[in-house]
């Protein structure tokens, strides 16, 4: 079975922070996202990875940034946190895009808080 | 309009009926078509993936799928209490996925 591990199920943090978000997929998998799920707004992408040190802004990027240094690990970081930013954050991963027809698989997701 | 459109629920029936849930997509070149579900407070998880147009039955799951309607739907069979949750259809083209909104369903006893 695929495992999509995101680093922290909660986690409360201050207006003006610097916050890293940790996603590690053990299934060798090329692409990799993150998104996040407001109610009444459905998913939304704010990243994704096709390949280490690749990236490309997904809907909604304003205020974010990511980090993929190893094929495994997807890393959302939000420069300077706001409370507009307080939401459930999750990360999937995807086999290759060239030819794939392969569904995403999501880790448990980080619900955070700004305060 | 939106790319992937879904019923916009909630939707609740009774225990043992069957449920249905469709989706609408807008792009012709889209390839491969996902149902997830998700429980109140948890991540998604897949349930059903269907590549071409027809039927494919899991257990009491059915997915249906017709390309020149751009219609998707997922047919879910002597529901049960714990069916009850949001259901998110996901359209796949080039390797990024399109999801919808979701439907809200609630099975009740």
């Known amino acids: 079975d695929v495992k999509v591990t995101q680093s922290s199920r909660y986690l409360v943090k201050r207006t003006g922070e610097k916050v890293f978000l940790e996603c590690v997929q053990d299934m060798d998998h090329e692409n990799m996202f993150w998104y996040r799920q407001d109610p009444g707004l459905g998913l939304r992408l704010i990243y994704f990875?096709?390949?280490?040190?690749?990236?490309e802004k997904g809907d909604i990027p304003e205020g974010y940034s990511v980090s993929r240094e190893k094929k495994e690990r997807f890393s959302l970081i939000l420069e300077s946190a706001s409370t507009n930013q307080t939401s459930m954050y999750l990360c999937a991963s995807a086999r290759d895009r060239v030819g794939s027809n392969q569904p995403q698989h999501f880790g448990d997701g980080t619900r955070l808080s700004i305060l | 309009q939106k790319e992937v459109e879904q019923n916009s629920g909630p939707l609740s029936v009774p225990e043992g009926a069957i449920a249905s849930l469709n989706c609408t997509y807008s792009d012709r070149g889209s390839q491969s078509f996902f149902w997830y579900r998700q429980y109140s407070g948890k991540s998604p998880e897949l349930i059903m993936s269907?590549?071409?147009?027809g039927d494919k039955e899991d257990g009491r799951f059915t997915a249906q799928l017709n390309k020149a309607s751009q219609y998707v739907s997922l047919l879910i069979r002597d529901s049960q209490p714990s069916d009850s949750a949001t259901y998110l259809c996901?359209?796949?083209?080039?390797?990024?996925?399109?999801f919808g909104d979701g439907t809200t369903l609630t099975v009740k006893p």
């Open positions: 269907i590549y071409s147009n």
């Open positions: 996901a359209v796949l083209n080039a390797g990024k996925s399109t």
């Open positions: 990875s096709y390949d280490v040190k690749m990236k």
